[in-house]
């Protein structure tokens, strides 16, 4: 298997370039807009042609270059099913394993940041989108998403999983690329170190983020796989290419 972390730094989105060896068709989970050229340039680059794009969930503080990458790359686009977008054409759910050639997805539903967010188990690693991060998790007061179901979703579903299985998140903004769930289960402020669910319920709620400033269009754009509004602000257009700062807290 390939497996290529690749980041955009303005937004700290991590995208994750998976392919098969011996076929050379690869996929991209949760990749964005403004890359979507260093994208292809890499997966060139490689020898390997692109098959699909896979969502994680509908993103608040990017829009997907899903649609971008069908145009020019002729992939096709999968997600969580339970999204309903008529954009996806391939639609996945929990358990069902999604398969290119010999590379393997394990969708594991895990809402709380987003009601229909997916992770995805690939091999000795995990890919946590915003449900798990490194040392932190998504935000769960918007799309909505729910501290105590998120609790749920992480302890139940991601915490299950062996200690050493490798946690590759959607975002990290402090310079980092990888944990492991042992490493999150025992150290993550928010998660670990035994914390209850109603001590991770307070800490999200005292939280006080401010809104997502690209929200009211970026959620509008990914449901439409990766569409730029035409009433985008000024002040707003870097998102469709360079994109300004937006942590998921």
Same mark, same amino acid.
């Given at each position: 298997?390939? !497996? ?9 989105? %991590? /995208?994750?370039?998976?392919? #098969?060896?011996?076929?050379? =068709? ?10 979507? $050229? ?29 649609? *971008? ?6 992939? =096709? ?10 954009? /996806?054409? &391939? ?6 394993? !999604? ?11 895990? +809402? ?7 992770? %995805?188990?690939? &091999?000795?690693?995990?890919? /946590?989108?915003?449900?798990? *991060? ?8 918007? $799309? ?23 946690? !590759? ?9 990888? #944990?492991?769930? &042992? @490493?999150?289960?025992? =150290?993550? +402020? ?7 669910? #109603?001590?991770?319920?307070?800490? *999200? ?5 401010? %809104?997502?400033? !690209?929200?009211?269009?970026?959620? +509008? ?11 985008? +602000? &000024?002040?707003?257009? @870097?998102?469709?290419? @360079? *994109?300004?700062?937006?942590? $998921?807290?």
């Amino acid at each position: 298997m390939i !497996f290529r972390q690749l980041f955009e730094g303005i937004s700290s989105t %991590y /995208t994750y370039l998976i392919a #098969s060896e011996e076929t050379g =068709r690869a996929l991209l989970v949760d990749p964005v807009l403004p890359t979507w $050229q260093r994208d292809l340039e890499v997966i060139s680059e490689l020898g390997l042609s692109l098959a699909y794009t896979v969502e994680t969930h509908i993103h608040a503080d990017h829009i997907t270059s899903a649609k *971008m990458l069908k145009q020019e790359a002729g992939s =096709r686009i999968a997600g969580p099913a339970l999204d309903g977008l008529s954009c /996806t054409e &391939a639609p996945l759910a929990d358990g069902i394993p !999604f398969t290119v050639d010999d590379i393997g997805l394990e969708p594991i539903h895990t +809402p709380g940041h987003t009601d229909n967010h997916l992770a %995805y188990r690939v &091999a000795d690693r995990v890919l /946590t989108g915003d449900a798990l *991060m490194i040392d932190g998790c998504g935000r769960t007061d918007f $799309q909505n998403g729910d501290a105590g179901t998120l609790y749920d979703s992480v302890t139940g579903r991601l915490f299950a999983l062996s200690d050493d299985t490798l946690v !590759f998140p959607a975002h990290d903004y402090n310079g980092r690329h990888v #944990s492991s769930i &042992a @490493q999150e289960k025992e =150290r993550n +402020p928010r998660l670990g170190s035994g914390k209850t669910r #109603s001590e991770f319920i307070e800490i *999200m709620n005292d939280l006080n983020l401010p %809104y997502p400033k !690209f929200i009211d269009y970026a959620v +509008p754009g990914n449901q439409d796989c990766g569409e730029c509004p035409e009433d985008i +602000p &000024a002040h707003l257009e @870097q998102y469709c290419g @360079q *994109m300004g700062e937006s942590p $998921q807290g």
